[in-house]
């Protein structure tokens, strides 16, 4: 895990989360709603603390709302923001469904707790984002299996190629050593 222990290891981390923030942008800009909030947790979860990784998904969703309401032109009602906050919810709570699972799965492969966090933390993301849609306004399609099925690829593509850009800047040696989940 990535810790603050060293003036390199915070610079790492800031690295890091400063590539992470970049790849936000790029991905609410492109995808707009449909940020990968359950793989950002899971990374922030197999890779920093439970305070960084509630920053780094934090940063995340400031950065999707702030694009959304200047830039994509999301629509300043009640539930739009509603909306928002549950997405932030979500986030929050698949970081801590997230750390669950990786805690349970301690002695387990790196890639089986991975696995496992990345689909903790979608499961319970979209758990929050169901419970929602019981008092906010949604569409009929957006809990469809073809809908969840296509967030979900969108969760794991995301997760793996951050994981790959991690894993082939660490061989560069642009950050210090490998990550311990």
């Known amino acids: 895990m990535l810790n603050n222990s060293t003036p390199a290891k915070s610079a790492n981390l800031w690295l890091w989360v400063g590539l992470v923030a970049i790849a936000s942008v790029a991905l609410s800009l492109r995808l707009q709603c ?14 920093m603390s439970r ?10 969703w400031a950065i999707n709302q702030g694009l959304g309401y200047t830039v994509l032109g ?5 539930q739009g923001y509603a909306w928002g906050a549950t997405i932030g919810l979500g986030s929050v709570a698949a970081v801590f ?36 849609a019981v008092v906010l306004p949604a569409s009929d399609v957006a809990f469809s299996a073809t809908v969840v099925v296509q967030y979900a690829l969108v969760n794991v593509v995301a997760f793996v190629t951050l994981v790959a850009v991690h894993y082939g800047l660490t061989l560069l040696g642009v950050f210090g050593s490998r990550v311990n989940a």
């Open 34 to 47: 449909v940020l990968p909030f359950a793989a950002l947790a899971a990374i922030g979860v197999l890779q």
């Open 51 to 60: 305070s960084q990784s509630l920053a780094l998904v934090g940063l995340a």
């Open 74 to 78: 999301y629509p300043h009602e009640a």
């Open 97 to 132: 469904a997230g750390e669950t699972v990786r805690e349970a799965l301690a002695r387990q492969s790196l890639v089986v707790k991975s696995a496992a966090v990345l689909v903790a933390a979608y499961a319970v993301y979209e758990a929050v984002m169901f419970a929602a």
